[in-house]
């Protein structure tokens, strides 16, 4: 086909104009043709006959560009381009009897009829043949792999003409309305859902292509249940939303989103819980980084704060936040100033210097540690981190007059088995504490502090979830890594888990633990199969050596759960405005009992005196119950050598060794 290189080449004008050749050339030619067959013979034509031909001839060609047939490009030709040319033929015939009338010319009336067949022929079969021509060229010809499009609305027959020109070719419709069963839409016929298996066997079809944007989740995960027992890829056309906002294209199909698979509906948020702690105010982030953090802070400008404090240690974290945040603020023209802050929530005179400097409103403290094993390696770290960040955060809150402060926490601080679990539960009784005192002040009618803490589980698509490490070994060939076979999680959107700390936040009365309705908890087997069927693959096993995917089962990290558990449903749970939001009555201890174990912490950190630590965590209400000895890699090749810790007697780069951790 490289002969063709040249001609595929062209400018479009010059396209066009050979177009306008060819068509005259048509025109003439199913003229003359339209009397041999009707006639048999052509000499018989007069100048009048020759004088009709030459009036259709200009006006047939502007109706042909009046209809756009000079505007298409050829190998996007579709059923709307073949009823302009059929229209297009029709007119023209009428031009033919038009001017016969006024050029009192000889034409059997039966030749307009001919002759709109025989352009619609000549013109429509043209266009074909060189759209099927270009489509050879681009190599789409005879390897186009056959889908199935499952949905047959608007959004299905737009996809299916996108489909025309590229790799695929869609053989049918799958559509749940009964009354579109076995009717053909743009060419295409439209079959029942039972009738999958039938034309996977007939069209050797791998894949289906989702066209329903605007059906719930739940609806969605019904029709995907129905897929997985097949052997078909699925993916999906993007959000509604997204397509109508121009964020993307109908034709970028993706794979199908891991909550369509938990059918999980989000509640829509409160505008008013929303805006409550946040419009016209100033709001900071700590962690506004990370997972959560940088959620929180595309959820809070939206509610367009005054200023928007972004506290993050990792340079790269806050980089990537600032600048996206600040695209959004001048796409959106938004009022919203943005401070993009390095620091660390263990150093309090950071805190302090910043949260007075910018006359701080509210507070989401999000940074912390949070991946199990890695906070099981780095105890002290941990510890430090989560326990002594946190309480640091909330006393420079208490000192520089914030009115609001937000603690994401973690179900994994419920009965804690691991030390991550363990410093979450204990940062949440540093704010009980705190809160006690803020309460007093409350009563006396001083300013104080409104503490909150919210708990929730595992968010999709957050850093170290399962879900993107699952597809890359999908990807790969395998084998999927699972810890144990019936290992199970709950599972939120990130989105959704933002929005419901910021509403839960604007519930908060003083020291209240809210948890999130995570729904139901997950099979992570499961899910993992799921997404291994929704990639058209197969599970190898042992009944099944033939599989695709293998899964290999490499047993519970150090401090990890089978079960994780949430309050809902326990005693002291108690339902709040909102039906996705709970409040639960913990235990608690007083800020002066608080503060003597902070102490003595603080020490064990200091010395790395890890069995110290260990007991601590044990002695206060934070129901740890550790499943594996002390992990940290640090005390672990200490131990191994039995070499005690250099401590440095008058300064460890955080504190003077001997200062009294106050109050």
């Not at 067959?37 to 042909?64: E, M």
């Not at 291994?532 to 033939?546: A, M």
């Not at 940290?632 to 008058?650: I, T």
Request: hydrophobic share 45%.
């Amino acid at each position: 086909m490289q002969k063709f290189n040249y001609i595929w080449g062209l400018p479009r004008p010059v396209k066009r104009i050979i177009s306008l050749l060819i068509d005259s050339f048509f025109i003439t030619v199913a003229f003359y043709f339209a009397h041999w067959i009707r006639l048999a013979d052509l000499s018989s034509l007069d100048a009048g006959n020759h004088l009709v031909l030459i009036s259709t001839i200009p006006i047939t060609l502007l109706i042909f560009t009046k209809l756009g047939l000079y505007r298409a490009i050829l190998r996007y030709l579709n059923f709307k381009a073949i009823i302009n040319i059929t229209f297009g033929s029709m007119l023209s015939a009428l031009l033919i009897i038009l001017f016969a009338y006024f050029y009192n010319a000889d034409v059997p009336r039966s030749i307009p009829f001919i002759y709109a067949a025989l352009m619609y022929m000549l013109c429509g079969g043209s266009r074909m043949f060189i759209r099927n021509l270009t489509m050879t060229h681009l190599g789409l010809v005879g390897k186009r792999e056959p889908v199935l499009i499952y949905g047959a609305g608007d959004t299905g027959r737009q996809l299916a003409l996108l489909m025309q020109p590229s790799n695929y070719k869609v053989v049918g419709f799958i559509d749940q309305d009964p009354t579109l069963a076995n009717t053909v839409i743009s060419g295409i016929a439209v079959y029942a859902p039972n009738s999958v298996e039938a034309l996977i066997a007939k069209y050797k079809i791998k894949k289906v292509l989702l066209a329903v944007p605007s059906a719930t989740r739940i609806q969605r995960r019904d029709i995907i249940n129905t897929l997985l027992e097949y052997p078909l890829e699925v993916q999906t056309v993007p959000a509604m939303i997204d397509i109508v906002t121009g964020k993307t294209s109908i034709d970028q199909l993706i794979d199908v989103p891991i909550e369509d698979l938990l059918g999980r509906e989000a509640v829509v948020p409160d505008s008013n819980l929303l805006q409550s702690n946040i419009k016209d105010q100033v709001v900071m982030v700590t962690g506004a980084g990370g997972s959560i953090g940088s959620e929180l802070c595309r959820q809070i400008i939206k509610q367009q704060p005054k200023t928007l404090v972004l506290f993050e240690l990792s340079e790269f974290g806050l980089y990537a936040i600032d600048k996206e945040l600040t695209e959004l603020v001048e796409l959106e023209g938004l009022s919203v100033n943005i401070v993009p802050l390095l620091g660390s929530v263990q150093r309090i005179n950071r805190l302090v210097a910043v949260m007075s400097s910018f006359q701080v409103d509210t507070v989401y403290h999000a940074a912390a540690y949070k991946h199990v094993p890695l906070v099981e390696y780095n105890v002290v770290e941990g510890v430090r981190n989560n326990v002594f960040g946190t309480y640091y955060t909330a006393k420079a809150a208490i000192e520089t007059g914030v009115k609001n402060f937000v603690l994401i926490s973690t179900d994994k601080a419920v009965r804690p088995t691991n030390v991550m679990g363990a410093t979450k539960r204990m940062a949440e009784l540093g704010l009980q504490a705190l809160a006690e005192k803020e309460m007093k002040k409350k009563e006396q009618n001083q300013p104080f502090v409104r503490f909150s803490m919210v708990r929730f589980g595992n968010v999709l698509g957050s850093s170290g979830s399962v879900i993107p490490l699952f597809k890359r070994q999908i990807k790969l060939g395998g084998p999927i890594t699972i810890t144990h076979p019936e290992i199970i999680r709950y599972f939120m959107t990130i989105p959704e888990a933002a929005q419901l700390v910021i509403q839960a936040g604007a519930m908060g009365k003083g020291g209240d633990v809210f948890v999130l309705d995570m729904g139901e908890p997950v099979k992570i087997v499961d899910l993992a199969t799921n997404l291994v069927h929704l990639s058209g693959l197969d599970i190898k096993s042992e009944d099944n050596p033939n599989g695709d995917i293998e899964f290999k089962f490499t047993g519970l990290r150090p401090g990890e759960k089978l079960f994780e558990e949430l309050l809902i449903g326990d005693d002291g749970v108690q339902e709040t405005e909102h039906n996705r939001i709970m409040t639960a009555n913990e235990v608690y201890w007083s800020n002066d009992k608080y503060c003597e174990l902070m102490g003595k912490l603080d020490t064990a950190c200091h010395e790395f005196n890890h069995e110290e630590i260990r007991q601590l965590l044990l002695e206060a209400p934070t129901g740890f119950n550790p499943s594996d000895c002390i992990g940290d890699l640090v005390w672990q090749a200490r131990s191994k050598e039995n070499k005690a810790f250099p401590v440095f007697e008058q300064y460890d780069g955080l504190r003077l060794v001997g200062q009294k951790f106050t109050q």
